[in-house]
Structure formats: structure tokens, C-alpha cells
T-cell receptor, first 110, second 112 residues
């Protein structure tokens, strides 16, 4: 079945630095979604990318969908303490269920 | 805004009990989902429903059943709770299959 993999599993970042987390699918995706889960909270939908090569920005967050629609990335610039949490990517499988990656857990050093 | 409400934030039950977890959404979404979330294992789909009285098994349905008698409500049932079912349970809904999902706050279930 479809697998969605995320790297790294953990990201420890100095406040103010940039970082990128990556998502790779074993199959071509019709869309890729990103979610954020704060500590003690529930996953919250951030964004959906649909087109090959699509790039979307939300303030300091930049999301990209690969040309082959099998990978995606999330880049955060000037990391802040509010960015702490786990970021999940997810893509629909052939039966339209969402396959979630295991997530990248981000901690920030002030 | 979509509101997905789970009946309990924390629940403690005993081995062998029948446990009901309730979820209600207020946006007339067709699709509803139950996941469990465990450290290092991410989100795993237990069951989902794409219409009233319709259900499909997810990746880990063993030991669970579901009920969807009304569009807005999706219940997860642990027929005979076991300690390995101690977990965080998350309910979600979506307008279309494969589309963004909206999650409830989760129920942290402990089976003693």
C-alpha cells in the first residue's frame, strides 16, 4: 500500500534559524496536505497543495509540492517558539483514505 | 468553522469493559474517521464512514467497531477493552474523501 515518509523525525532549532522538513510518497498523489499538532493538542489542517510544482506561503511557512507529485517540503524561516509542535504531511491513497506521515517534531531553543 | 466534538478528553476503563467513544460534527460532512495516535507510530486509521450506516475498515480495525446512525455522529466501540488499547483517540470529519480533515480534541483512553 501507499506509504508516506517524513524526515527528519525530530528537528531541534535555534530560535531565529530556518529549517526544512520533507515528505515523500511511494505513489503519485492527487494532493498533499500539511497539518500541525501543538503539544497536548490535536492536528490542525494548515494547507493543501494540488498542482505539480505548486508553492504556497503562509507568513514564515513555505510549502512546496514536487514536480512528480510524490514529494513535498515545508520550510520555516526565522523559527519562533510558536512553531513548536509536530508537523504531519498526508496524501490520499487510491481508496481516498488519507495516509499520514509519522511527523516531524520541532523543538525550539530560545 | 468546523466543530468536531469528542465526548470525553480523558477516560479510564477496566479490562473487559465495553467502551463507547462519541464524536459529533456540525458541518454536515459526509465523511467521518476514527484514528488512534501512539508515540512513534503517528496517526493510524481504525475505521471511517462515508455515509450514514456505511463504514469501512481502516488499517487497524481489530478489536473495534463503529456506528453511524446519524450523519453528524460517529461512535467508536471497544467491544472488550484490553490494555493495548490504551491510546489517544482522534475523531475527524471531511467534506470529501481525500480532502482536508478537521479533528476533534481527542480522547486519552486508559485501560487498566
Amino acid at each position: 500500500g501507499q506509504q508516506v515518509m517524513q524526515i527528519p523525525q525530530y528537528q531541534h532549532v535555534q530560535e531565529g534559524e530556518d529549517f526544512t522538513t520533507y515528505c515523500n510518497s511511494s505513489t503519485t498523489l492527487s494532493n498533499i496536505q500539511w497539518y500541525k499538532q501543538r503539544p497536548g493538542g490535536h492536528p490542525v489542517f494548515l494547507i493543501q497543495l494540488v498542482k505539480s510544482g505548486e508553492v504556497k506561503k503562509q507568513k514564515r511557512l513555505t510549502f512546496q509540492f514536487g514536480e512528480a507529485k510524490k514529494n513535498s517540503s515545508l520550510h520555516i524561516t526565522a523559527t519562533q517558539t510558536t512553531d513548536v509542535g509536530t508537523y504531519f504531511c498526508a496524501g490520499p491513497s487510491n481508496d481516498y483514505k488519507l495516509s499520514f506521515g509519522a511527523g516531524t517534531t520541532v523543538t525550539v531553543r530560545a | 468553522d468546523v466543530k468536531v466534538t469528542q465526548s470525553s478528553r480523558y477516560l479510564v476503563k477496566r479490562t473487559g469493559e465495553k467502551v463507547f467513544l462519541e464524536c459529533v460534527q456540525d458541518m454536515d460532512h459526509e465523511n467521518m474517521f476514527w484514528y488512534r495516535q501512539d508515540p512513534g507510530l503517528g496517526l493510524r486509521l481504525i475505521y471511517f464512514s462515508y455515509d450514514v450506516k456505511m463504514k469501512e475498515k481502516g488499517d487497524i480495525p481489530e478489536g473495534y467497531s463503529v456506528s453511524r446512525e446519524k450523519k453528524e455522529r460517529f461512535s467508536l466501540i471497544l467491544e472488550s477493552a484490553s490494555t493495548n488499547q490504551t491510546s489517544m483517540y482522534l475523531c475527524a470529519s471531511s467534506l470529501g474523501l481525500g480532502q482536508p480533515q478537521h479533528f476533534g480534541d481527542g480522547t486519552r483512553l486508559s485501560i487498566l
